[in-house]
């Protein structure tokens, strides 16, 4: 079953904040930029970039194919004085202060479909709520993930078309709570560079 959408804490990332703390945007010039792990501070992943006069040319290897393409860089005033940096994402054009690298591009969050595991946890939770209190209106049990088809018996006296909708209702949301099992399960593996035994 395929994830439609992806995780941030499972992404690399460019933060024009960042950068500009580093002075990556002051005058011009060639540099790396590295990623770099805890407490050990040893770099597991890095990219070359250019910067000249708005224009952020970043450089990289990623699944064995080289990039190379140009990140525009905008400011904006600030409150206070000064000026912040941002980028314009290379699909959408959108102004952002982060950039995330998934199917070996830098993106929005938006254009890559991401979102905080928090997000999906709170996803999966308010979707077994809602399953759980359909159960209780069809005086099922509940204490249980999932149900097999012939445990889910219409109550006495319930009309037949309210049954049905909530019978479809349920079913609507135990697909989707399977989904989001998943898709929590593989960014667990992922985070912790692990593989499901049966890869």
């Not at 002051?26 to 992943?45: L, P, T």
């Not at 399953?131 to 006296?157: C, E, V």
Request: hydrophobic content about 30%.
């Amino acid at each position: 079953m395929e994830k439609t959408h992806g995780q941030i804490e499972d992404c690399l990332s460019l933060d024009s904040r960042v950068m500009a703390r580093y002075k990556v945007f002051d005058g011009g010039g060639s540099n790396s930029w590295a990623w770099r792990k805890g407490k050990s501070q040893e770099v597991f992943s890095s990219i070359t970039y250019h910067y000249d006069n708005g224009g952020l040319v970043l450089s990289y290897t990623c699944n064995e194919q080289q990039h190379r393409y140009l990140v525009d860089v905008v400011t904006t005033p600030c409150n206070y004085g000064g000026k912040r940096y941002w980028f314009n994402c290379p699909k959408c054009s959108k102004r952002v202060a982060k950039l995330y690298l998934r199917n070996s591009m830098f993106f929005c969050r938006t254009c890559h479909k991401l979102n905080y595991s928090t997000q999906q946890s709170c996803k999966l939770e308010s979707t077994r709520v809602g399953m759980y209190k359909i159960r209780d209106k069809l005086n099922w049990q509940y204490d249980t993930a999932f149900m097999k088809s012939w445990h889910k018996l219409k109550p006495k006296g319930m009309h037949h078309s309210t049954y049905n909708r909530l019978v479809q209702r349920h079913d609507e949301l135990e697909r989707k709570s399977e989904q989001y099992c998943i898709a929590n399960f593989h960014a667990f593996m992922n985070r912790h560079g692990l593989k499901p035994s049966w890869d």
